[in-house]
């Protein structure tokens, strides 16, 4: 019996998991504005001198900033509903409620026994995902998750806010190591050699990361039909 010899090719999406983890703009890309970078000894991750000021000017930072903020300029009362997102898949390991709109000082509007946690933070979410690293999410009006809870990338997990220290409706976006240091999700001189964003984007006010999740191509190819069982071969690569 002639052998039939066929080949079939399928190329499919889906959510990355235990290597290591890159993140999505934990925030719609339309309207947001990157207000302040992280603080590399008074330098951000491309060395530009940290500058002080109005935060819709061009992005700022100021010592001890250990974050990256994000906010729409348009949200310029406390009330303005706009969905914070899960930057990669995880697991929740602890959230923070109860803070109502802040000031220039932790916890200033809050009572002193209600103030675990990290009250500067506000309203809060941490996300502990497969590679280690956990990523955190500040200032939040809503947390609509709960502890325990797994997340998808991309996942509505709260609102924007301005609770804890907060001068203005904004996100705190914070990567926290395995080993419990912080780092900047940012690649560049004095970032570091490596981005933990899908599409990190230049420098700049407009010039957010990319929404798009991270994924991993599977292609599929199958070979041979005759009598017998038939071969399936699978071939892994990353997509970049």
């Known amino acids: 019996m002639k052998k039939l010899t066929m080949t079939l090719a399928l190329l499919a999406l889906i959510p990355s998991s235990a290597a290591a983890q890159k993140y999505r703009l934990p925030i719609n890309y339309k309207n947001t504005k990157t207000t302040s970078y992280y603080d590399h000894s008074g330098k951000d991750w491309n060395c530009t ?8 000017s061009p992005p700022y ?63 809060q979410v941490r996300i502990k995902h497969a590679d280690g690293k956990s990523t955190y999410y500040g200032h939040m009006s809503v947390v609509s998750v709960s502890k325990g809870q797994t997340v998808t990338c991309g996942q509505k997990i709260g609102e924007q806010g301005s609770s804890g220290c907060s001068s203005g409706p904004h996100v705190h976006f914070h990567v926290k190591l395995a080993s419990g240091g912080n780092d900047d999700p940012y690649m560049g001189t004095c970032g570091g050699p490596l981005t933990y964003w899908v599409k990190q984007n230049n420098w700049g006010m407009w010039e957010t990361p990319g929404e798009q999740c991270e994924t991993i191509a599977v292609e599929l190819a199958t070979f041979q039909a005759e009598p017998g069982p038939t071969s399936i071969r699978l071939k892994w690569r990353t997509a970049m």
């Open 49 to 56: 001198a940290c500058r002080s000021g109005n935060a819709w």
């Open 61 to 123: 930072c100021y010592s001890g900033h250990h974050g990256t903020d994000f906010a729409d300029p348009n949200a310029i009362t406390s009330t303005y509903k706009r969905p914070i997102f899960a930057a990669a898949a995880g697991t929740v390991t602890f959230i923070e409620t109860g803070h109502g709109t802040g000031s220039t000082s932790c916890c200033s509007s809050c009572t002193a026994s209600s103030c675990g946690g990290t009250g500067c933070l506000g309203n």
